[in-house]
């Protein structure tokens, strides 16, 4: 079931050999400082330089909101993605995390760090461009970063299975940013390019293929009915007497809860609700893989995002405390 992941040529000056009579009046011929040669970059340098910085802070942007969407369970972003929880799968699923690290503020680390190498020399040209060494970063970054998207890309279609508008677009952005750094040649010694992006590229997907050898710990919760298929684990928590009573009002309102067996925003919720609560209001499973799946029912109505509830016919995703459902409940019965 478990997926293996995963120059511009510097030419020495020389100057052409002085003439006898000449020879004398060298200590009179005014010469730049090396230092200041250094200082000049290409202008194909500086524009590839430019698009960098401005693919990096677009990556930037989108792994940042992501990374808030879910820590703080804000489902606005899940708008941009098809119904049927496409996004949902990825953004809250097993593989969205990195030893308990969203997967996304990794990636938003990442580009902000390939941003702030590439506009350095266009904000700073004093200092002289930049050094050598955060010429190599630079270019190692971009290799790691499109290795990294190719192996989720495979994550996405051969383990997850469902299209992710996010997801692909953060990687074509790191494609992007690893093309303009390839053709603006960064690094002037096309050897030394080759094999600081082959070295960062192999140690991505070694990262990324350990990763998934090791498994997301999520798994670790997952339960399995009689028939082999995953199931959520069972519900530890007693409902209290307000649990009990948002659950009944569910109930008369046509209430159900969509959710997956790996989504611990879903296991979080039902703690919430407690047991007794849970089994007034009807949950159904979204994952195609889980036990007892309804995930046609899932994309008939339209979700989005796991948890979601239902009330009225109408859809409230994120996971609420009880008092958060509380007002969703007295807001549908003043209407």
Not at 313 to 319: A, T
């Amino acid at each position: 079931m478990r997926f293996l992941l995963l120059c511009t040529a510097a030419a020495a000056l020389r100057a052409p050999p002085l003439a006898p009579h000449a020879r004398g009046s060298l200590s009179h011929t005014h010469r730049s400082p090396p230092a200041a040669m250094d200082t000049v970059r290409p202008r194909a340098d500086l524009k590839g330089r430019a698009a960098l910085a401005v693919l990096a802070g677009l990556g930037a942007v989108e792994t940042s909101a992501i990374s808030w969407s879910k820590l703080a369970g804000d489902d606005a972003l899940r708008l941009l993605c098809p119904t049927g929880g496409g996004c949902a799968d990825v953004l809250d699923g097993p593989w969205s995390e990195v030893f308990g690290v969203p997967l996304a503020a990794v990636g938003a680390a990442a580009y902000a760090s390939v941003g702030l190498l590439a506009a350095a020399p266009l904000l700073l040209p004093a200092a002289g461009g930049g050094s050598k060494g955060a010429d190599m970063l630079l270019v190692g970054l971009t290799a790691a970063m499109a290795s990294a998207s190719a192996c989720l890309m495979l994550l996405l279609v051969f383990e997850i299975q469902v299209a992710c508008a996010l997801c692909i677009g953060s990687a074509l952005l790191s494609a992007s940013m690893f093309v303009v750094a390839l053709r603006t040649e960064i690094l002037p010694n096309r050897t030394e390019g080759f094999v600081v992006s082959v070295s960062a590229a192999a140690l991505s997907v070694m990262a990324a293929a350990l990763l998934y050898l090791v498994g997301p710990a999520a798994e670790d919760e997952v339960q399995f009915d009689a028939d082999g298929l995953p199931r959520p684990p069972a519900i530890g928590s007693h409902s209290s007497e307000e649990a009990l009573s948002i659950a009944r009002r569910m109930k008369a309102k046509g209430g159900r809860m969509f959710g997956a067996f790996w989504c611990s925003h879903c296991i979080n919720q039902k703690e919430i609700m407690g047991r007794e609560a849970m089994a007034i209001v009807p949950y159904v499973e979204c994952d195609a893989e889980g036990s007892n799946s309804q995930k046609d029912i899932c994309v008939e109505a339209g979700v989005k995002g796991y948890p979601t509830w239902q009330l009225d016919g109408q859809l409230f995703p994120g996971e609420k405390g009880l008092d958060e459902l509380r007002v969703v409940l007295d807001k549908l019965d003043a209407r």
